[in-house]
């Protein structure tokens, strides 16, 4: 069965330090990949997203993230993070084909806090 | 409009109790979605539809019916649930089973 795996569960940095957070799944055939992101008391929102293409995607808010395909990856990058970047963030998977089209598989999350 | 919107925001039943939960989104998605998520988890896959016609069930138990009365429109018709049900049930739609998806801001509900 697929699955997505984020490396990190809790983050910790201060404002202006550089962000990289891991995220693995595990599917053999073809994916999309998402990173959502979830403010507190808000509804989950699209970051950014890899369908084909430039493995590297740029995002809102200054977020990237790169796939790399031999190591079934997709890393988010920033920066410099600022305070408001404080959120909890999930890496996603959507799968193709055998009965698999249209699940979109969430990693565990990641809770960022951002100290000023 | 980007928007998917779900009724109620909160809502507390009992065991007993026949309940519906309620999205729409107007921007023309003929995928849309039911997720279930429980305090600092991710949302886990509940059912797809996919123009309007059920295409995954992620073994739900039966005391939850989904259906799509129309492609702007899908509800989560609720009946003896448990306890351990409480959660945030959150509604998405997408252009199509492999698009983006649009988030609602969720149902918080509590079985007592």
């Known amino acids: 069965a697929q699955s997505v795996s984020q490396h990190n569960h809790h983050v910790i940095l201060s404002e202006a330090a550089s962000l990289e957070l891991g995220c693995n799944y595990s599917?053999?055939?073809?994916?999309?990949l998402f990173w959502y992101v979830q403010y507190p008391g808000q509804h989950l929102q699209l970051l950014l997203k890899?369908?084909?293409?430039?493995?590297l995607v740029k995002g809102i808010k200054g977020f990237e993230a790169e796939f790399i395909k031999s190591k079934f990856s997709f890393n988010l990058r920033k920066p410099s993070v600022q305070w408001s970047d404080t959120a909890e963030y999930f890496c996603?998977?959507?799968?193709?084909?055998?009965?698999?089209?249209?699940?979109?598989?969430f990693g565990q999350g990641t809770t960022l806090q951002v100290k000023p | 409009d980007t928007e998917v919107t779900q009724t109620p925001k909160h809502l507390v039943m009992g065991m007993t109790n026949k309940k519906s939960l309620k999205c729409e989104q107007h921007?023309?998605?003929?995928?849309m979605y039911w997720y279930k998520q429980k305090a600092k988890k991710p949302p886990e896959l509940m059912f797809v539809?996919?123009?309007?016609?059920?295409?995954i069930n992620e073994s739900v138990p039966s005391r939850f019916s989904p259906e799509c009365p129309n492609s702007s429109l899908l509800n989560l018709h609720l009946h003896a649930l448990q306890p351990e049900d409480s959660a945030l049930y959150l509604c998405?739609?997408?252009?199509?089973?492999?698009?983006?998806?649009?988030f609602g801001q969720g149902t918080r509900l509590t079985v007592v």
């Open positions: 998405a739609s997408s252009q199509g089973v492999q698009g983006e998806a649009f």
């Open positions: 539809y996919s123009y309007e016609k059920l295409s």
């Open positions: 996603a998977v959507m799968t193709y084909g055998s009965g698999n089209t249209g699940k979109l598989i």
């Open positions: 921007m023309g998605h003929r995928a």
């Open positions: 890899y369908f084909s293409g430039d493995p």
């Open positions: 599917y053999g055939g073809t994916v999309n």
